[in-house]
């Protein structure tokens, strides 16, 4: 099956990639290695005053751009990669939306399917189209033969912000996507069978994402207190096994993967409740079991995770 974002992004993708969150930035390069796997060819990462970034969809993300451009140049030098021009971007989770949109009954002309989608995306986003910057990508139909659009959404306004910080270094951004979408890139690389959940967590809720043949079926954003976690995932699951499980089950894709990133839903805790929920046996995946070699343990998978995902584009 086809990458799901290969019409979202450029034809010709680094292998180099930043990614934000509150609190913290992290830079990457990596190179294909044999059988599959990645390593980290040049890495590192920055702690960030609490208060530079406040990941937000509607409202200003980063107070002092002199200080993250600062921090930006500091951050290559410390990985070898100040003379690097070009980067993909991971957004911090809160700053992006991402929606899958089912169309209900077929259009009978273009005009008609992009005042549908219109409609669809500002109810979903909850904005004017016209001060987003939004792409969109068509998803195979669903078991009932229904179109499907996976679209993400991002503030004009908040790209510029984080473009501007890069373009004071010379650096150009040619790929720019949520934080989630990064991570999931683990979920779709070498082949794996089944469908794979994400569950990404940050401060302000949790982030789920079920792949199947290397499409998203499903995208939850939840905004939620961290102790609320467990019972949101509970809820996901559920609606995934009475909605999404029969399917699966037909089509010989029952879920056989979990990747659980972020510090506000334990690894196995979250795996004990996929497993009591799904009757599964499952155990979170590290970086090793995604393909990825971490040159040392002092780096987090955690915390690269994202911007390596999307430097994996590079091959794909």
């Not at 969809?57 to 002199?66: K, M, R, S, T, Y």
Request: charged residues 20%.
């Amino acid at each position: 099956m086809p990458n799901p974002l290969a019409k979202l992004i450029n034809p010709w993708y680094p292998a180099t990639a930043i990614g934000f969150k509150k609190g913290l930035a992290s830079m990457v390069q990596l190179e294909r290695g044999r059988g599959g796997m990645s390593s980290l060819r040049r890495a590192a990462t920055v702690a960030l005053p609490a208060t530079l970034i406040q990941p937000s969809f509607n409202e200003p993300n980063i107070l002092n751009p002199a200080e993250l451009t600062a921090a930006l140049r500091d951050l290559a030098a410390s990985a070898g990669l100040l003379q690097q021009r070009r980067w993909s971007v991971a957004l911090p989770e809160g700053a992006s939306r991402s929606l899958i949109l089912t169309l209900e009954s077929q259009p009978v002309s273009n005009a008609e399917l992009e005042e549908v989608l219109t409609w669809k995306m500002e109810r979903g986003f909850g904005s004017s189209l016209e001060e987003l910057s939004i792409s969109r990508e068509r998803l195979p139909a669903d078991p009932q033969g229904r179109d499907r659009y996976l679209v993400v959404a991002t503030r004009t306004a908040v790209l510029d912000e984080y473009e501007g910080a890069m373009h004071s270094l010379g650096w150009r951004a040619g790929l720019i996507l949520p934080r989630h979408m990064g991570e999931g890139q683990w979920l779709t690389i070498n082949g794996a069978k089944g469908d794979g959940l994400l569950l990404s967590s940050s401060e302000k809720g949790l982030t789920a994402v079920v792949f199947r043949d290397k499409q998203p079926l499903i995208i939850r954003t939840i905004d939620c207190e961290p102790h609320e976690c467990e019972d949101e995932l509970y809820r996901l699951l559920l609606f995934y096994r009475d909605r999404r499980g029969g399917e699966a089950e037909q089509a010989g894709q029952m879920l056989s993967r979990v990747l659980v990133l972020g510090e506000m839903l334990g690894k196995d805790r979250a795996c004990k409740i996929v497993n009591e929920t799904l009757g599964a046996n499952l155990c979170a995946l590290g970086a090793a079991d995604v393909g990825l070699q971490l040159a040392t343990r002092e780096l987090s998978f955690d915390a690269i995770a994202a911007p390596a995902g999307l430097a994996t584009l590079a091959w794909q």
